[in-house]
């Protein structure tokens, strides 16, 4: 689990949502599908499902960006923490 925070670390709420729902999905279709006799191929379509949705619910959370650099941002953050100037809404 440290490794993976390490490695989401600088990633955009979507890349952290496709890993996290990607090792979920793989962990919880490996359980399943061992206990119907293919473990591996329980965990490939898990993990391929997980980091489909994953990436869906991340990037349903990135609601606003810097009209200076294009960066996304999460609706809780209201100021680019790089150019300093007010976030607006992306419009989908």
């Not at 989401?8 to 399943?32: D, F, N, R, S, Y």
């Not at 490939?44 to 960066?71: Q, S, W």
């Amino acid at each position: 689990m440290v490794i993976l925070s390490l490695a989401v670390m600088g990633c955009t709420t979507t890349q952290k949502g496709a890993a996290t729902g990607g090792l979920a999905g793989a962990t919880l279709g490996g359980i399943i599908g061992h206990q119907s006799g293919d473990g591996v191929a329980g965990a490939a379509i898990g993990g391929a499902v997980g980091t489909a949705a994953g990436m869906i619910v991340g990037d349903k959370l990135e609601k606003k960006f810097c009209p200076e650099g294009g960066e996304v941002y999460t609706e809780d953050i209201k100021f680019c923490p790089k150019h300093g100037v007010e976030l607006k809404i992306r419009d989908r």
